[in-house]
């Protein structure tokens, strides 16, 4: 839906920019690639935004059905780590070798 609506914005913005007669061709032409940069921009980094948000959710995962994963060069289970939900980071638990140790799960492969 967010898409259909970023779409009718732009062709709004377009429509309002052929009305503006005192900008010359390759001035329009200047703020359309602008704004179309802008819009790309926008995509490319809400799509990276997204594949990073799922490969630290399936790290999460992992980490819940008691698997081991690798983070940071460090191998991540329950016995050795507990997870904060909130910040989906692993923190180390007492009585480890890893204690007090904090890695975050977006690290995780």
Same mark, same amino acid.
């Not at 009718?8 to 032409?29: D, M, N, P, R």
């Not at 703020?31 to 990073?52: D, G, K």
């Not at 007492?94 to 977006?106: F, K």
């Given at each position: 839906? =967010? ?8 062709? @709004?913005?377009? @429509? ?5 007669? +005192? @900008? &010359? %061709?390759? $001035? &329009?032409? %200047? *703020? %359309? !690639? ?8 926008? *995509?490319?980094?809400? =799509?990276?935004?997204?594949? $990073?948000? +799922?490969?630290?959710?399936? =790290? *999460?995962?992992?980490?819940? $059905?008691? &698997? ?5 060069? *460090?191998?991540?289970?329950?016995? @050795? ?11 180390? &638990? +007492? ?9 975050? !799960?977006?690290?995780? +492969?």
């Amino acid at each position: 839906m =967010a898409y259909i609506a970023g779409l009718v914005i732009t062709g @709004l913005f377009f @429509l309002s920019l052929h009305y503006f007669t +005192e @900008l &010359k %061709t390759s $001035q &329009k032409a %200047t *703020v %359309t !690639a602008i704004v179309l940069s802008i819009i790309l921009s926008a *995509v490319a980094f809400n =799509a990276y935004s997204t594949a $990073q948000r +799922e490969s630290m959710m399936k =790290a *999460v995962i992992k980490f819940n $059905q008691n &698997k081991t994963i690798r983070c940071d060069g *460090v191998d991540v289970n329950n016995s @050795l780590y507990s997870i904060s939900i909130g910040t989906y980071t692993f923190i180390g &638990k +007492e009585n480890t070798p890893n204690y007090g140790q904090m890695i975050s !799960a977006s690290t995780c +492969e």
